[in-house]
């Protein structure tokens, strides 16, 4: 979530839902699809927001491979990072599986 913009909103006196109709929303929202349709493949590091878990699974189910790295101190647990194709808690061993990746 962008502090920012919320912040940003509500001193417009904006509700969520009216912000989200907004320009910089669907600005932000195209910006970030497009790039999300476009690439080969996804890595999310953690922690990270409810917008990385969606463009995770956004990705994911268009068929592309997801991979996360994080950290073995994961705060909350989530079964439902088992939908990634791998996840790494070194950034070394992530990117030893981008390169094999890359050149199958």
């Known amino acids: 979530m962008d502090l920012n913009w919320?912040?940003?909103e509500k001193?417009?006196?904006r509700t969520f839902t009216q912000a989200l109709e907004g320009y910089h929303a669907?600005?932000?929202f195209e910006f970030?699809?497009?790039h999300l349709d476009r690439c080969d493949a996804v890595v999310m590091?953690?922690?990270c927001g409810k917008s990385?878990?969606?463009e995770m699974a956004y990705t994911v189910g268009r068929g592309k491979p997801?991979?996360?790295l994080a950290t073995d101190n994961i705060e909350r647990f989530d079964v439902m990072i088992q939908f990634c194709t791998a996840l790494f808690t070194t950034e070394?061993?992530?990117m030893h599986e981008l390169t094999r990746w890359a050149s199958a």
Do not use: E, N, S, T
């Open 66 to 68: 997801a991979y996360i």
């Open 11 to 13: 001193a417009r006196g």
């Open 52 to 54: 990385g878990f969606a």
């Open 92 to 94: 070394a061993a992530l």
């Open 32 to 34: 970030d699809k497009f």
């Open 45 to 47: 590091v953690m922690p």
């Open 26 to 28: 669907k600005h932000v």
């Open 6 to 8: 919320q912040k940003y």
